[in-house]
């Protein structure tokens, strides 16, 4: 019998290993990709779609394996992924590239990582992970040389571990919320090449040893970072450096001479700091030099002749500070210049003649410096120039015909001058040109008859000498949306073809001499919310289509010489705010009701024909013929006496049934231990709290010391204008909801409905916030109220069957209870949608300016992105602490506001777009939870619905980081009662017993205990109606009687003259 020897035996299973092993692996890394899968999903609960089971992982989107089916690369990017990476992530150890970035991912990395020894490059950045940065999982990665978690939320102190990392290169811990100083340890990193540790919370001094970090060429430390002192002088010893990045962070002294060793040198970064004294000559030894930033800082001096050196300066922003002097000539032989920001200082004399012969120049900013002369002409030579503002100096002269050929010009503004002559008729046929602002100068001539421009939309003129007429082919400027033309010489017609112009929103043409009536076309402008037309010599009437302009919220026709009666049909203009029509001929009857209670006498004042409801006589401006006059006084005494016979045997047949209209109703949604007649006690002048979209709202004082807030609605409360009355019960009566105002009942009769809701003493958020007390509003209260609003309108949208779309979400319809908890209210413009995604026509906007959604605004189309749109103007509203309108200029939103602001910072990042918008009156807020509620808002605004998140997407991604933020919150989250529909909520919560109410076979509700209390005002207003009508017609005879009787002298004195007469 042969028997095998153990050493034959083992070199076979040897191989059997190395064959086992590889599939082993392999299976490995499926398993940990598939669990990465269930962890990281899409927006729709789908993600990473052909990672499955069925097909090699090696063929997975992103995966790279080697020859051994293990994974070495793993690129994830740019997905719309949610979750967290998992622990499974560590089984994947033969990684060498890890990409993970531009996702939504969240939470904390995985001590597993510290598995991944084998990598290389590691980028986690532009994600929203938390938690301190885990320096010991780096220790194993000896290899690593790529560290980059750019723009997430770690935070903590810097890990002093990678100084471990000895083949480190590009070390990336920018736009987190880490703390605490540089350690002075990291200057022993020596492989390091770059180093970016910006836009963080980092404190204390720049280490001066970081200059022993001799191969680092770009270093980015600044950017909302507070260091103390000011820039170390030893820097200069860093022979490598390429870019140095120090701006934003509070900077002080100033700029070291040592700079200058800086030999490779291209991008200098100093801005927004306090740095002072003047610009160091030495500064024109770095000869490589392309861009150089020391704007907003406290310099001063001139600009330093030495530095006609730079010949590579491609970008030099000087603005904000306080230097002087004039511009040197040399600036404008800059072969390579493109961007020269010289604003807010105070420069004098001319600019450069030369400026721009280079071709190259591309963005030109002198505002507000004491310039004068006249403007270059070669500003556009190469054809590059994008954007020219000149405005508040004092140049003269006329706009270069050059411009007007500038094809690549983007805004041109240069208002505040004292230029002159003819405005270049090219520059409103550019392609490009989105802004024109020439206002406030001494331009004379005509508008050009051939106007093209179609992408300008922003165009004024106003201020200006400018004569003619206004020329029809405005109408060709379809992106156009402001159109400012007042204080000018224009004459003639207003073109009708403007008004055919979908965006323009603004339009103001007064103080001209414009002679023409107002076109009906005005009516199709159906995006106007500010119309100007005062101070010409406009005639005929105000057109009735006017009242088709749903979002118009400023007109003002003051000082013209219109005629006709104001239309009726402007009362239903709800968004109507300011209306002047003062000092014109206006005749007639002043409408009343509607939105004209918004409006006093002074807005009518002037017009001698015209009579007001408080006018005892009105003017007469008719002819006087006795017996036109007679016939109709008959006509009128004959009306009224059929009328009162009528009315009161109408009123004797149907006493009973009046009567029984006069019965209030009171319909209760849970137990209520009062009744009818305490609710309508207190619907007294003094009692009133506020007027809402749909009524007045009283606050009342029940016999059982409970206060209840009363809502009477305006109008009748049946038929189809109910003024939002079915709206609100239908929707209110069947809701339970921890952060939605509660419906105790209604009380009603046939001409009126009261709604009883729960009492919320602390009034509104709007009124909080923006009152006297809203500096003591700080930032935990503030986060606390979103989330509970956020929590209300998710339940809405997602635990209601049909959803509901509140349509009017804005801060003054978020109520505060006795503990500030957030209540969303007012349903009077609630609208319900049977599919959820689908969008219903509405047939006008409903809603709060400055809330309304764009696609509501334009196309009346709604759905429950138009909600979210709403609440994410209301978090603005929490962070920077403004009104939604009001304070930023005619036009302009806080949505639009915000945008701007953040856009023109030179180097954005979210911390700093919050810091430039951030409410001043917050003292010790964490940043990390105003930034990622600035996310949120600005995702909820954007312009098209269906990038913005769901309001179930608002409410997780809030919570998310209740427990993440740099000062936790001490309060427990808002719990709310979970229904799939309305029908299981209309079961569950409230027993038949609770509700006293019995559903009656024709859907009426009924009380089990209905209260009969008479309205006893009305009977006095019967009485005093029927003695009205008799005084009329007492005062009709005497009016005739008084009419005819010079006429019946005049009849008698020529009959007695007549030859015909006989004794």
């Not at 109008?715 to 419906?743: P, W, Y």
Request: with cysteine; charged share 20%; aromatic share 6%.
């Amino acid at each position: 019998m042969v028997t095998s020897s153990p050493r034959r035996i083992l070199p076979l299973c040897f191989v059997v290993l190395l064959l086992c092993s590889a599939p082993c692996g392999g299976h490995r890394d499926l398993d940990a990709l598939l669990k990465l899968k269930a962890a990281m999903v899409g927006p729709k609960g789908s993600g990473l779609e052909d990672w499955n089971s069925s097909s090699s992982h090696c063929f997975f989107s992103g995966v790279l394996c080697d020859r051994d089916s293990r994974v070495v690369s793993l690129n994830v990017s740019n997905i719309p992924l949610f979750g967290t990476i998992p622990a499974a992530i560590g089984l994947l150890d033969k990684l060498v590239n890890l990409e993970i970035t531009d996702d939504n991912l969240t939470g904390r990395l995985p001590a597993e990582m510290a598995n991944l020894t084998s990598l290389k490059h590691l980028n986690i950045s532009n994600n929203a992970f938390s938690g301190s940065f885990p320096g010991e999982i780096v220790l194993g990665m000896t290899d690593l040389e790529v560290l980059d978690a750019y723009n997430n939320n770690f935070n903590g102190t810097l890990p002093i571990q990678l100084v471990s990392l000895k083949n480190i290169k590009h070390l990336h811990l920018g736009g987190n919320y880490i703390t605490g100083e540089i350690p002075e340890d990291y200057s022993e990193i020596q492989s390091l090449e770059y180093l970016g540790l910006n836009g963080n919370l980092l404190t204390g001094k720049l280490p001066a040893s970081l200059s022993r970090l001799k191969n680092l060429r770009e270093m980015y430390v600044g950017y909302y970072n507070s260091y103390d002192g000011g820039i170390p002088p030893e820097l200069g010893s860093l022979s490598s450096l390429q870019v140095l990045d120090m701006s934003s962070c509070n900077l002080v002294g100033p700029i070291p001479t040592t700079l200058s060793l800086l030999k490779h040198l291209h991008s200098l970064f100093l801005q927004v700091n306090r740095l002072s004294g003047s610009i160091p000559p030495q500064l024109s030894a770095l000869n490589m030099l392309m861009s150089l930033d020391l704007s907003i800082n406290e310099l001063t001096g001139e600009i330093p002749e030495s530095f006609s050196e730079l010949k590579n300066l491609t970008l030099v922003n000087l603005y904000k500070n306080n230097l002087y002097g004039p511009i040197p000539k040399f600036v404008g032989d800059f072969p390579h210049l493109e961007v020269l920001q010289i604003w807010e200082n105070n420069f004098t004399f001319e600019l450069p003649e030369n400026l721009g012969r280079n071709g190259r120049l591309k963005d030109l900013d002198v505002t507000g410096n004491h310039l004068t002369g006249l403007i270059p002409r070669d500003l556009c030579k190469g054809g590059n120039l994008k954007t020219a503002i000149l405005m508040e100096n004092h140049f003269f002269g006329p706009i270069p015909e050059e411009l007007g050929l500038c094809n690549s010009l983007v805004k041109i503004r240069m208002m505040k001058n004292t230029l002159t002559g003819t405005i270049p008729a090219g520059i409103f046929s550019l392609p490009n040109l989105i802004m024109i602002e020439l206002n406030d100068n001494f331009l004379s001539g005509e508008l050009p008859q051939q106007i093209s421009g179609g992408n300008i939309g922003i165009l004024t003129l106003s201020g200006n000498h400018i004569s003619g007429k206004i020329p029809p082919a405005i109408g060709n400027l379809k992106s156009l949306q402001t159109l400012s033309l007042e204080m000018n010489r224009f004459s003639g017609e207003i073109p009708t073809e403007i008004f055919y112009l979908k965006l323009l929103s603004k339009i103001n043409i007064s103080a001209n001499n414009l002679s023409s009536d107002i076109s009906e076309s005005i009516s199709r402008c159906s995006s106007l919310t500010s119309v100007d037309l005062s101070g010409n010599n406009l005639v005929g009437e105000i057109p009735r289509g006017i009242a088709k302009l749903k979002v118009l919220s400023i007109l003002n026709f003051s000082r013209n010489q219109l005629t006709g009666e104001i239309p009726a049909e402007m009362r239903s203009m709800t968004s109507l705010t300011t209306l002047d029509l003062s000092n014109n001929n206006f005749v007639g009857r002043l409408p009343t009701g509607g939105q004209f209670l918004v409006f006093n006498d002074t807005s009518f004042a002037g017009n001698p024909y015209l009579c007001s409801p408080r006018r005892v006589q009105c003017p007469s401006f008719h002819s006087r013929k006795p017996f036109a006059t007679s016939k109709i006084a008959l006509i009128v005494i004959g009306l009224c006496t059929i009328l009162l016979f009528l009315f009161i045997t109408a009123y004797r047949m149907s006493k009973s049934e009046i009567q029984k209209s006069l019965v209030w109703r009171l319909t209760a949604f849970q137990r209520l231990d009062f009744g009818a007649e305490d609710v309508l006690e207190c619907l007294k002048e003094e009692n009133i709290i506020g007027k809402g979209g749909a009524g007045i709202v009283y606050r009342g004082s029940m016999p059982d010391g409970v206060d209840v807030a009363i809502k009477r609605l305006v109008g009748r409360g049946t038929g189809r204008n109910d003024h939002g009355f079915s709206a609100e019960i239908k929707t209110l009566g069947r809701i339970r909801h921890r952060n939605i105002v509660r419906l105790l009942g209604y009380v009603s009769n046939k001409d009126t409905n009261l709604l009883l809701y729960e009492y919320m003493p602390n009034g509104s958020l709007g009124e909080l916030l923006h009152g006297p007390k809203g500096g003591h509003l700080q930032w935990e209260r503030r986060y606390r109220i979103a989330v509970e609003a956020a929590k209300g309108l998710c339940y809405l949208h997602h635990d209601c069957s049909p959803l509901i779309i509140h349509r009017d979400v804005k801060s003054n319809n978020i109520l505060l209870d006795s503990d500030l908890e957030a209540h969303v209210a007012d349903f009077g413009l609630a609208k319900f949608l049977q599919d959820a995604g689908a969008s219903e026509c509405m047939s006008s906007v409903a809603g709060s300016y400055g809330y309304i959604a764009p696609e509501y605004a334009y196309t009346l189309k709604v759905d429950e992105k138009s909600d979210v749109y709403s609440f994410g103007v209301v978090l603005l509203e929490l962070i920077a602490g403004r009104k939604p309108v009001g304070e930023f200029g005619d036009g302009v939103d806080i949505v639009r506001w915000v945008r701007k602001t953040t856009s023109e910072l030179s180097q954005p990042s979210d911390a700093a777009s919050v810091l430039a918008v951030v409410d001043h009156r917050l003292s010790g807020y964490p940043l990390a939870g105003v930034v990622h509620l600035f996310k949120i808002a600005m995702m909820s605004v954007e312009d098209e619905s269906s990038a913005r998140p769901t309001m179930r997407e608002v409410d997780i991604s809030a919570v998310a980081v209740e427990d993440e933020i740099q000062k936790p919150l001490t309060y427990q989250p808002a719990r709310f009662i979970e229904l799939s529909n309305i029908n299981i909520a209309e079961e569950n919560i409230v027993s038949t017993k609770e509700r006293e109410v019995i559903e009656v076979p024709d859907g009426e509700p009924r009380n089990s205990g209905v209260l009969e209390a008479k309205d006893e005002i009305k009977k006095p207003q019967v009485k005093l109606l029927a003695f009205s009508l008799i005084v009329s017609s007492l005062l009709s005879l005497k009016i005739v009687y008084m009419l005819e009787l010079p006429f019946y002298h005049t009849r008698k004195i020529r009959d007695n003259l007549s030859p015909d007469c006989t004794d």
